[in-house]
């Protein structure tokens, strides 16, 4: 483990120079992603400016759908950052050959190839986020538990865990396609679901929906049981959601695992 995150902090290490060696995109970087940011902030005070609640009796009202806002930044800029770049420069290495000279090096392969490109630039909307989730806490009546604060950071990561799942089994399929030049498009499809409250599916067709969005692909599992757990009251109902984030984040990670070791079982290589 000493070994491994030794390595990480080299990887840290040189992402960070890359970044800085190009200072002028890297503050692009950052000014387009908070300017997408304050236009969706734009919107949903657009939004709370014509309902006091978004669904009848969900719950959220403007401070708890801020800390929900908050918490989907925070989780997405981690996986942004530390995991994207990583996958979006793997589907190029099957093209391309540069898997070959991975996979003889003696570190684990999926370590090496999920985590050896970190983008500094994504913190941007996490440190927003952040400000979200402290300005939402603040005007929470009554305010959060110490079992919500302590259950809080937990869920975080086992959001963060799930989409790392989803990233690997994309990037995995990679080696089956030759290319896979949908692998950001894809994945924004997928996490789109994520964006809103999980009270909002509801009728003939997002009941469904929501069934399995969250116990056949958890994908809202990963903001709404860590936002809904700071920001309302927990009931008997959100515990079983909590045991389930838990739960999904263990089987993703398995099942990233499993499907990463069969895709590089068939991985031929390029030169050959």
Known sequence: MIRYLQIFGTFVAASLVRDMTFRLN?????VTGLGWMAMNLAFYLLVFSYTPEIGAGSGWTKPPFFVFLGTGLIINAIVQAFFMPSAEEFAEMVRTGGL????????????????????FSAFAN??????????????????????????????????????????VMLAAATILMGRNQSLYDFWFYITNFSRYPAE???????????????FVLPILLVVNVPAHTLALPIRTADVRLIIAAVVAAAVMLG????TFQAAISKYRSASS
């Not at 890297?26 to 950052?30: H, R």
């Not at 090096?105 to 050896?116: E, G």
């Not at 099942?255 to 499993?258: D, E, K, T």
Request: a positive charge; hydrophobic letters at 50%; one cysteine or more.
């Open 26 to 30: 890297f503050i692009l970087e950052c």
């Open 200 to 214: 909002i599916y509801t009728g003939p067709w997002g009941g469904p929906l929501r069934m399995v969005c969250t």
């Open 255 to 258: 099942l990233s695992r499993l």
């Open 100 to 119: 070959d000279t991975t996979l003889v090096k003696p570190v684990d392969a999926q370590f090496l190839l999920s985590m050896h490109r970190v983008k």
């Open 126 to 167: 996490g440190l927003v986020g952040v400000a979200l989730v402290a300005w939402g806490v603040s005007k929470l009546d009554p305010a959060p538990t110490t079992a919500a604060w302590l259950l809080y950071p937990l869920l975080l990561a086992c959001g963060v865990a799930i989409l790392y799942g989803f990233i």
